[in-house]
């Protein structure tokens, strides 16, 4: 949830009420915020030891949907409609005295499309700023920036002294080098190949050159004089900035996603337009697309939607009718009335500050939080029903609590790994169709999810080399794979593993591990060469070769590179036949006749391989253990797994 500071003096003064810190956290937490600090005790601190401080501020946390109250114009408006003191706004587009004929226009070049393609823009007249006001304004474009623009990529904002351009304007895009004009800030022109240069240097801006730095053209905007008014997403022009003293202020808006900037430019415009002479009215532009259509932006009208009284009761346990709902609404900012053809229908407007609100529960929950959440009737479930675990946590636990108790110790890693962790040291290859990588890893200590427990395992005993030995541990969670097959094109397999390091291998420990866990599991241990056995485990050692002959039945055993050479086994597992008519008996029997494989693979041990534990630092040699164990959950309601 993003942070905002407001000035506790201002916020009070907009409120027209002085509040303690308890009330005013009080106040917060029934709208559904949280405050987060008050700095008033450290800034009057700050001034009895005579140092330079400002003004206390209180920090107050908001929903991350709620772009209307990233500033404190949105967070004063909201707060005073829900305490009744003011009524919801109107927000509306003035035209010029001319009419739709005299609005400013913005003509988009085709060229842009390959770049930053779409555009909004708005004018807001007779601006009335203060210094606090001024800040407030600069402010809530770098926390729309931050957010919903995810730094500039999806949305940019420009603000412009409209009375230093002169119209029409109109946005292009054009090589950098053809682009030249005086950044903001700056006294000396540049192409936009030369800003690149400059602002590499500059802490701030050069975070967002990446966005268009490897483009052939950059966007640009042009007054009818040719005079630059910003190259988004970087640098705004020094001749068009806004100061305390402008009046008349151009906001555009370039983006990468209509959504977003729909709200960007609706946010900006009418939080701000309460600072205009005529409060709440924007001046709308004319923008001539590259096709040569029009559309007038921005686009502020109400969203009109429907909800039932009887659904808000449903889900509150309230017994409301639909006109008090529609009060509780009224404190929300939502403008409502009941329909005149269903007495439990609310026909509900919906502002442009409330791009949030998509559902008829979105309407639900503002209606219950203006009733009060903690007034709400404490009532049992019409239906009762008794929780059970999914089959493979039962699973899991019965091995969790059998090598705990065995005195093991389980470990908990993230699931999420480097690439060179989960591939080349285990020296695994790569197939690009096994894991699932992360498209923007924001370090390279996460790049994919994992496919087996072991990394996680051998960190672990890498960061407690000192720890005595022997060191052993293990873990029980899901490693995924891709799976094409299913819609959300992965899926989870839950895994067990364990390593031992101690100064010898100790291969015959983690053999003992996954016996003691089968026998909890009361899966018998059978022989592989056993073909009458119903169903069992078995080991098959892990050779050179891809496959062997046993009595005439092919048996895979695939090496892990992971495991020394001669020093690995390879877990086989053979499920029990399913219960069904006598067909299928005469089948089975046909099917170990002809020594038709029906074994599974469902995991591996061994003597972890020199290399391995090289790459990991450890200076001892480990054993390891991992196996899946999903053949052996039983079946449950698909609603309750992971199973499609």
Same mark, same amino acid.
């Given at each position: 949830?993003?942070?905002? @500071?407001?000035?506790? &003096? ?6 027209? !009420? ?27 601190? &700050? ?59 913005? =003509? ?22 203060? %210094? ?42 054009? %090589? ?14 540049? $192409? ?12 701030? #801006? ?49 983006? $990468? ?47 009109? =939607? ?39 229908? +609310?026909?509900? !407007?919906? %502002? ?24 709400? %009737? ?16 039962? +699973?899991?636990?019965?091995?969790? !609590?059998?090598?705990?108790? &065995? ?6 890693? #993230? ?26 890893? /924001?370090?390279?200590?996460? !790049? ?28 029980? @969670? ?100 399913? &219960? ?19 074994? #599974? ?23 390891? +253990? ?11 309601? /698909?609603?309750? =797994?992971?199973?499609?």
């Amino acid at each position: 949830m993003p942070t905002i @500071s407001v000035d506790k &003096a201002d916020l009070w003064e907009r409120l027209g !009420q002085e509040f303690s810190t308890e009330e005013f956290d009080q106040l917060l937490f029934e709208y559904g915020l949280e405050l987060d600090e008050d700095t008033t005790a450290e800034v009057e601190a &700050a001034i009895k030891a005579g140092l330079p401080t400002e003004r206390p501020q209180l920090k107050i946390e908001v929903p991350a949907n709620r772009y209307d109250l990233v500033c404190i114009e949105g967070i004063a408006r909201a707060l005073r409609i829900f305490l009744q003191k003011a009524e919801p706004p109107r927000y509306k587009l003035v035209y010029p005295p001319g009419g739709e004929s005299e609005l400013l226009t913005m =003509t988009i070049s085709p060229e842009v499309k390959k770049v930053r393609p779409l555009f909004a823009c708005a004018i807001l007249r007779n601006v009335k700023f203060t %210094p606090r006001s001024y800040a407030s304004f600069i402010d809530l474009q770098d926390k729309l920036h931050q957010n919903i623009g995810r730094r500039r990529q999806l949305v940019s904002i420009g603000t412009h002294d409209l009375d230093t351009l002169k119209a029409p304007f109109r946005y292009e895009a054009q %090589p950098p080098k053809d682009i030249k004009f005086v950044p903001l800030n700056k006294d000396t022109a540049y $192409t936009a190949e030369e800003l690149m240069t400059v602002y590499e240097s500059d802490k701030h #801006l050069s975070r967002y050159l990446h966005i268009i730095r490897d483009s052939p053209v950059y966007p640009i905007i042009y007054d009818s004089m040719d005079r630059v008014l910003s190259m988004p997403p970087i640098i705004n022009s020094e001749h068009s900035k806004i100061t305390l003293n402008t009046r008349n202020i151009f906001i555009d808006v370039t983006a $990468t996603d209509q959504t977003k900037l729909d709200i960007v430019v609706n946010i900006v415009a009418t939080l701000f337009s309460e600072y205009c002479d005529e409060q709440y009215t924007i001046e709308p532009v004319r923008i001539i697309l590259p096709d040569g259509s029009t559309r007038i932006s921005p686009d502020i009208s109400e969203r009109h =939607t429907t909800a039932r009284a009887s659904y808000v009761n449903a889900c509150t346990g309230l017994n409301l009718s639909a006109s008090e709902v529609s009060t509780l609404l009224q404190r929300m900012a939502l403008r409502s009335r009941v329909s005149p053809s269903n007495p439990d229908e +609310l026909l509900v !407007q919906i %502002p442009a500050t409330r791009p949030d609100i998509f559902h008829e529960c979105d309407i639900m929950e503002d209606a219950a939080i203006a009733y009060g959440f903690n007034k709400l %009737p404490h009532k049992f479930p019409a239906t009762s029903t008794v929780a059970q675990p999914l089959a493979i946590s039962k +699973l899991s636990d019965i091995v969790r !609590q059998e090598w705990a108790l &065995a005195g093991w110790v389980e470990v908990l890693p #993230l699931i999420l790994c480097s690439h060179e962790e989960n591939f080349e040291f285990l020296n695994h290859v790569d197939d690009a169709k096994t894991a699932v990588k992360i498209a923007n890893p /924001k370090s390279l200590e996460f !790049q994919v999810v994992r496919t087996t427990l072991l990394p996680g395992l051998l960190k672990t005993i890498r960061e407690n080399r000192s720890h005595p030995l022997p060191i052993k541990i293990f873990e029980t @969670s899901d490693v995924v794979f891709k799976d094409t097959s299913r819609e959300r094109q992965a899926r989870n397999v839950r895994h067990a593993a364990a390593v031992w390091c101690n100064k010898t291998a100790g291969f015959e420990v983690v053999h003992g591990m996954l016996n003691r866990a089968m026998k909890m599991l009361e899966i018998p241990l059978i022989g592989n060469t056993d073909q009458k056995g119903e169903t069992g485990y078995y080991i098959k050692e892990s050779s050179g070769e891809s496959s062997h002959v046993i009595h005439r039945l092919e048996v895979s055993c695939h090496p892990d590179p992971v495991y020394f050479p001669g020093r690995a086994a390879t877990i086989y597992y053979r499920p029990p036949v399913k &219960a069904g008519n006598t067909l299928t008996g005469i089948k089975e029997e046909t099917k170990t006749g002809l020594h038709v494989q029906r074994d #599974l693979e469902i995991g591996s041990l061994g003597i972890l391989h020199p290399t391995v534990l090289a790459n990991f630092e450890i200076g001892y040699p480990c054993s390891a +253990l991992e196996f899946t164990l999903e053949p052996f959950k039983k079946n449950m309601n /698909k609603i309750w =797994t992971n199973d499609d």
